[in-house]
């Protein structure tokens, strides 16, 4: 009587269950992509058929960053939301090298905010996929999806009433400026929130937590955003 073949368990790189079944692309536990494991050569074959090998310094040279809440504040404030746009393409790239999926892209995720429309659709995706991985750790939803996009659908409406407002009272156009930028700064804190407490629950896995600094970048854009919306409010005083 002849025996079932028996397989090699391959182990979840992210919660560490094994997989006894052969076809299985993803964790039954935390949903987490498996590798698919090659005896010959002792590397991990990617679902794509590329070869990668087995080691923890990539998931060092692409650890993401755990972004300070009072950086994203002042840098969606000092661009009067526009920010958001780069940080939802930022955080993005982060979310997809966690989730090790190719069919994201960034960087097409981040034009399509600006797609009237469109762009609800990408918020509420966007804010969907950082609550699935909070989820695989059991940790609460930080902000809702539907949260998300009625923010920025608001951000929207009144940042298009803005130019009409202009034209018979400047004032009243630029606190409708700030207005906008605080619903984005809900947005871009509710989600950053969200992430940062995603990373530090690397701790309990061994794994190396993403550090919280500003780059040259970010302290550029503060300072000249806030030398610009310091201009505006002199100006709008001295008018």
């Given amino acids: 009587m002849s025996s079932s073949p028996q397989h090699e368990p391959r182990y979840c790189g992210k919660c560490g269950v094994p997989s006894f079944v052969p076809d299985d692309l993803f964790c039954r536990k935390c949903g ?3 590798a698919v494991r090659s005896v010959a050569d002792g590397l991990d074959d990617h679902p794509n058929g590329i070869p990668i090998a087995r080691s923890s310094a990539s998931v060092v040279a692409t650890a993401p960053r755990q972004r300070p809440i009072w950086l994203v504040s002042l840098l969606t404030f000092c661009t009067l939301g ?4 780069v940080w939802a393409g930022l955080s993005w790239a982060e979310i997809k090298r966690e989730r090790n999926d190719p069919r ?6 981040s034009l399509t905010l600006v797609v009237p429309v469109y762009n609800l659709f990408r918020i509420h995706a966007h804010f969907r996929a950082i609550q699935e991985l909070r989820a695989q750790q059991a940790l609460p939803p ?3 999806p539907a949260i998300a996009v009625i923010c920025w659908a608001l951000a929207n409406g009144v940042d298009s009433q803005v130019s009409r407002v202009d034209t018979f009272s400047v004032p009243l156009g630029i606190a409708m400026d700030f207005l906008g930028s605080l619903l984005c700064l809900v947005v871009v804190v509710g989600g950053q929130m ?4 995603y990373w530090q629950s690397w701790r309990a896995e061994g794994r190396e937590i993403p550090e919280r600094r500003a780059n040259w970048a970010e302290w550029t854009t503060m300072i ?4 610009f919306v310091m201009l505006v409010v002199i100006g709008v005083f001295v008018s």
Avoid: E
């Fill in 142 to 144: 930080v902000i809702a």
């Fill in 104 to 109: 994201m892209h960034p960087f097409w995720h």
């Fill in 194 to 197: 969200a992430l940062n407490g």
């Fill in 82 to 85: 526009l920010y958001l746009v």
């Fill in 32 to 34: 987490a992509r498996l």
């Fill in 224 to 227: 000249l955003g806030g030398v």
